[in-house]
């Protein structure tokens, strides 16, 4: 941002300052009336994001007012902020915000809809805005076009965002980067960590003492799994009951290894679970990666020790399902991660 841009911001905070609020001039609206201040409204957002539920003395939002002058670009980054923001009133914003009636009982889908402004009606879709009755976007179209709901769904998604991956290297990346679509693995990261940032700090302490008690007693089945288990076991068992019994006790040696199976299965799912736990309840520092790490190194180990024991084929398909889906869980949060960081830092660098 150029020196004229600091200056313009400056004497916009000032303004503000000095504007009665009975005139309902908010510092986000001012920002809004010139498309070159999408960038300041970013940064004052990332100062002050609790201005996100300022509102005027006619009930307007910043959406009413981005909906209302025909501001896409202002739009989608508000949007964009909405679904990345991670804050821990996160949560309360994407519930009221986008369902705020100004004075006139008319909610921001509600003026969208009725200028048939169909980019806006697509933003507005995304953080599952309603307007006054309750309806979403999807039931208000399918009941205006008597179209079928999957070809609603079809019109109201955005296949050429305003703004695509090469572009937001020209421009601002921070602007651009809430223009941009936002992905699953970023909404999975999230809703993930505004879900943390509404626990409080003794109880999230006492979950993670929790979660690695579960681990230190689940590992426990690596270093003396069940009996019936272990290949050689079942095999010296089959040949101990022939030579004695003059007979294989096939049937016997098969449901104890069928059980010890489902038992090892069913640890090997709380193991993991209890270390996906961990990882999302710790807070994103370097002593965090370092653990992700372990415990990844551990998971890996404990399960091909269990492959190689498994007596059953089916019971190995199932451990190496099993870790498979944590591997993709983890590696789809570590991928959202890696983009809201990029938001978060710039986040904090402005508290």
């Not at 109880?203 to 003396?224: D, K, P, S």
């Not at 180990?301 to 190496?320: E, H, K």
Request: net charge neutral; glycine share 4%.
């Amino acid at each position: 941002m150029d020196i004229s841009s600091w200056f313009l911001y400056l004497f916009m905070l000032i303004l503000v300052l000095f504007v009665s609020e009975e005139e309902g001039v908010l510092l986000l609206y001012i920002m809004l009336s010139n498309h070159e201040n999408i960038y300041l409204m970013v940064n004052f957002l990332a100062a002050c994001p609790e201005s996100i539920g300022d509102v005027t003395v006619r009930g307007e939002t910043v959406l009413h007012i981005a909906v209302k002058t025909n501001m896409l670009e202002a739009l989608e980054v508000l949007v964009g902020w909405l679904q990345r923001i991670c804050h821990k009133d996160a949560l309360d914003w994407v519930a009221f915000i986008p369902n705020w009636k100004d004075e006139q009982g008319n909610t921001a889908l509600d003026i969208a809809v009725s200028n048939m402004q169909i980019q806006a009606i697509q933003l507005l879709a995304e953080i599952n805005a309603k307007n006054s009755k309750g309806e979403d976007a999807s039931q208000i179209l399918q009941r205006q076009t008597q179209l079928d709901r999957r070809e609603v769904l079809k019109m109201l998604r955005r296949h050429t965002p305003l703004v695509t991956a090469s572009s937001v290297e020209s421009i601002e990346w921070l602007p651009g980067f809430l223009r941009s679509k936002t992905l699953f693995p970023e909404r999975l990261a999230v809703c993930i960590k505004r879900q943390r940032m509404r626990i409080p700090g003794d109880v999230l302490n006492a979950l993670l003492v929790v979660a690695g008690l579960i681990i230190a007693g689940t590992c426990q089945t690596m270093y003396n799994p069940p009996g019936s288990f272990r290949r050689d076991n079942n095999l010296s068992t089959n040949l101990t009951n022939s030579s004695t019994h003059g007979g294989p006790s096939r049937n016997v040696a098969a449901d104890s290894a069928y059980n010890s199976t489902v038992v090892v299965l069913v640890n090997s799912s709380i193991l993991y679970f209890a270390s996906t736990i961990v990882n999302l309840l710790l807070p994103d520092t370097v002593v965090t990666e370092i653990v992700a790490v372990l415990l990844f190194g551990l998971s890996v180990c404990y399960s091909m020790f269990l492959v190689i024991m498994c007596p059953y084929p089916a019971g190995t398909v199932l451990l190496l399902a099993l870790f498979l889906i944590y591997f993709s869980f983890r590696y789809i949060n570590m991928l959202g991660n890696r983009q809201i960081q990029r938001l978060t830092c710039f986040y904090n660098a402005k508290r």
